[in-house]
């Protein structure tokens, strides 16, 4: 069994750092689990801290029970009469032509949803975008070809096409971030209505949000079996909403988000008010 300390302290993150500082261990080298949630009461009153259960040392998962297997005792034949050799080497041949391999089944692998965004547009906000990213492409030296859809009002969904794609996606996407933010940035400084700006590369978008639901409910799912939060790796605001909206209608699971950017994290905690 691993080791834990139960500390209280005015918010979830003040316990947690209280007991970090008691073990001397860094987040990453505990799990947390909530307990009982801060109340901050009417006026004081009624108020009640924050109390978590904080897990350190070697964790150990139970080990899966041993399938015991009945013993079968050997049933009692009916004595059969010995055949001539010729008839059984027939009906061995009768029996090889009968049996065929049975072919193995395929593992089911999600698909990624390709979805219809409709004609490209070249309105004022479109041409921005484009003139943009085509000198900052260029200044990167990508020889990138771009299209500018709107999939509804306010949003504008650009998608790079072109050779060497990895390079622009950089590690978990980070480059790409960056110049969807660039973009962004440079085409509402001008004024006028507000407008969001989604970039991606081949379809990378899709197959990052179906890899982080597919994490979610597995994560979710120890969670329940061991009764203890888990706190996942470090994302951007997107990726921390994809596994909030994956995991909010999930009995037995509750989700929030600690620390500061760029380190924001989501923790996976069991809900001990579900049944």
């Known amino acids: 069994m691993r080791e834990f300390i139960d500390v209280t302290g005015k918010t979830e993150d003040e316990a947690v750092s209280k007991a970090l500082a008691q073990l001397g261990l860094d987040r990453d080298d505990v799990s947390v689990e909530i307990l009982e949630r801060a109340k901050s009461g009417f006026l004081g009153i009624g108020s009640s801290p924050a109390r978590v259960r904080v897990y350190h040392g070697p964790e150990e998962?139970?080990?899966p029970n041993a399938e015991v297997k009945p013993?079968?005792?050997p049933e009692s034949r009916p004595e059969v009469k010995q055949q001539p050799r010729r008839e059984k080497a027939r009906e061995k041949k009768?029996?090889?032509r009968e049996e065929k391999p049975t072919p193995p089944k395929e593992e089911s692998r999600p698909v990624p949803v390709v979805r219809?965004?409709?004609?490209e547009?070249?309105?004022?906000k479109a041409q921005s975008i484009r003139k943009f990213l085509t000198g900052l492409l260029e200044n990167m030296e990508c020889s990138t070809e771009i299209r500018i859809y709107q999939p509804e009002k306010g949003r504008y969904k650009v998608i790079l096409e072109g050779k060497h794609m990895g390079a622009l996606i950089g590690r978990r996407g980070e480059t790409l971030d960056a110049i969807q933010q660039l973009t962004s940035y440079s085409v509402n400084r001008t004024g006028g209505s507000r407008i969001r700006v989604q970039l991606d590369a081949e379809g990378y978008r899709e197959k990052r949000e179906q890899s982080l639901q597919h994490l979610a409910k597995k994560v979710a799912g120890k969670v329940v079996k061991y009764r203890r939060s888990v706190t996942l790796?470090?994302?951007n605001a997107y990726e921390r909403h994809v596994i909030h909206t994956a995991l909010q209608d999930v009995p037995g699971v509750t989700t929030y988000s600690t620390g500061t950017e760029p380190n924001r994290r989501v923790i996976?905690?069991?809900d001990r008010t579900a049944r």
């Open 233 to 235: 790796e470090p994302m």
């Open 61 to 63: 998962e139970p080990a």
């Open 121 to 124: 547009v070249d309105d004022e």
């Open 268 to 270: 996976v905690a069991y």
């Open 71 to 73: 013993e079968v005792k």
């Open 94 to 96: 009768t029996e090889r």
């Open 116 to 119: 219809d965004l409709g004609e």
